[in-house]
Structures are given as C-alpha cells and as structure tokens.
C-alpha cells in the first residue's frame, strides 16, 4: 500500500503557547507541552480522505502567550560519544516518490547507524530496528526511513495533529545548527504529517509554531504488511520524503530574528554541515506479544495473539480486536543520535549532515 501526499497549503499565523516543561519521561513533557496549545485549539473538522489527499489548513487562532511553568528536574545520561556523522550524497536523480527505496539513488546511499534509545546505548536496545537514509540536489533534501513493525498501527489522519500520539517517525532539521529557529516534522503510517517550527527550544520557552508548515513537502510511504489488522504479522513501513530548502523558513512572528532568517531558505553548499536527528515513537499496544495476555484474561485470535476479554464493539469493516495503547506504559524513542536525556529539543546533540557533492 502505498500512500503519497503533497503540502501546498498557504502559511497561516498562529501564536501558540511558550512552553518549557519537561518531565522525567517523553510522555510527561510532550504530554503537558501540548496541552494548552491543544485546548486554544478549535476543533478538528475530521479526517481528511486519503483518496483525495486533501489536507485541512490549521484554523488562525488568536495569538496567546501564557506563562511558562517551572521545568522539573531531568535526569540525563552521561554523554560518552560525539554526534552521529552522516555524509549526504548530492543525487544526480531525484529519488521517486512511491516509498519504496529501490532508486538508484536510495540504493547508493549508506544506512544510517541503526536507531538506540534517546538516552543512549546504556539503555535497553529497541524492539524493532529503524534506519534512515539522506540525499540532497540543488531543490530539495531527500529522506527515507525503514522501520520494521509487526503491527502497523495509525489513527490519526488530520494535518498537524498530534502525530507521535500514534506510533510515528520525525525529523529535527537546524539548518545553521545555533539551536534556535529550526524544525520538526512528523508523519505516522497513514502520512499524516504533523510540521511545526521551533523558535527557541522548550527549555528557553520556545514557542513552538504549529502553523508552520514544510510548504511543498512531498511523502509517500509504503507498507510491508497490513494497516490495523491485528490478526496478521506485519513486517515493516518505509518512507520518502523531499523537503524544498525553500521550506526552511522561519515564519514571521512577534519574536527577535536570529540568524536563521539571513540564511534565506536556501540550499546548503557542498561541504556545509546541519544538524539533523531522527526519532521513532513507538507505543506499546495490547497485541504486542506476550502484554495482552498480562492484562487480562485473553481470548486466542491465532498463533501468535491474545486479546484481553471482552472484545470491542467495532465498526463494519473494521477488525474485530483494535490496537490499543496499554494504559499507563510511556512511549519508546529510539534515536539516531542520542540525546542522552528524554528531550529531543537540545539540537548540540543532533546528528551533523555534511553535504557532499561528488557529481562535478
Ligand atoms: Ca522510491
Ligand atoms: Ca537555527
Ligand atoms: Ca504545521
């Protein structure tokens, strides 16, 4: 299945809430960092067709700046390795865009080191490997990522929701690498993607602008195996992405200018270096394997899965036994380079993508 979408809505100004809160887990800080700018929020108008592959511009909101509460103590990791490297190969062939990572170009270029927890190789190893890959041309900065996945699970499908609400795979992009004014973009196994702008970390009250958005964005993905169906085995998802450098933009906001804005959107030149990091949000769900049967008396599907009892009423067409997030359990985040700590808005610890142009 193979999913392909392109963003070419107009930017919309919206002020949201400075928020600095980071708790002793992804689930606290990301948690409480969207919940005001969710509740000052109208109303979502539904999910989008993924037919028609329309995609509802964020609604203007009034801007609102809050105070920003106290942030409790984090507990990082002792840093014991420098920054992922990664040498970004300048491609003479755009990739094209099916989520299916057979082009040339894709074949040519290196894997990415496998992804770790975002604290680093101390902790526990993920369940499933991820892995990314990147080229550049003189219009846009190409994407790709594989992650292996025995239960292909996504809900969300209106732009800028709160994609890592559903398991889902995100780029941090600082341009000029000063750590402020740099971007995020998120997309989940339907491809809904979730892009927001950041002006300043959440530690130094941010804000975050959700109505940024990577204008001329273009994704497609594809599934190794079945959305939502939970009485298969799935095998895994791979995406694609190209990113204009004209999207790298700051938006305008009542806010002081750093140096993002001289930079002018434009592409890097050989040899010049970004820091980029990826992250994988993975929630574990009632039918991962031996969970269900630890919640509750479980009910045999087949082989290989157990559901707690009673079954949900579902829909017509839908599964009778839908993915559910075990209550409580905090999301994985497994990283390219860690961050030795649950926060992935402290860019010196992003990977450096060196652009290299070998094709003159
Ligand atoms: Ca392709
Ligand atoms: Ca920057
Ligand atoms: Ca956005």
Redesign the pocket.
Known sequence: MTIAKRHTFPLFLVMVVPFGVFGANAEQGRGLRFALSDALSPPSAGGDSLATAQIAPPNPATPTLLPTPASPPTSPVAVTAPPREYACVRTKIA?????????AGWIAAPWTEDFLDIQGPALSAPRFRTRAKMLWDTTHFYIAAELREPHLWATLKTHDEIVFHDNDFEVFIDPDGDSREYYEIEVNALGTIFDLYLHKRYKEDGPAEHAWNAEGLRTAIHLDGTLNDPTDTDRAWTL?WAIPWSAFKPPELPLPSFSEKTRAAAAPKAGEVWRVNFSRVQWTTTLEGKTASQEAPALPINDSYTQPAPPIESAPGTPAFPYQKVPGKPEDNWVWSPQWQIDMHDPKYWGKVKFVDTTR
């Open positions: 990739p094209t865009l099916d989520g299916k990572l057979d082009d694609e």
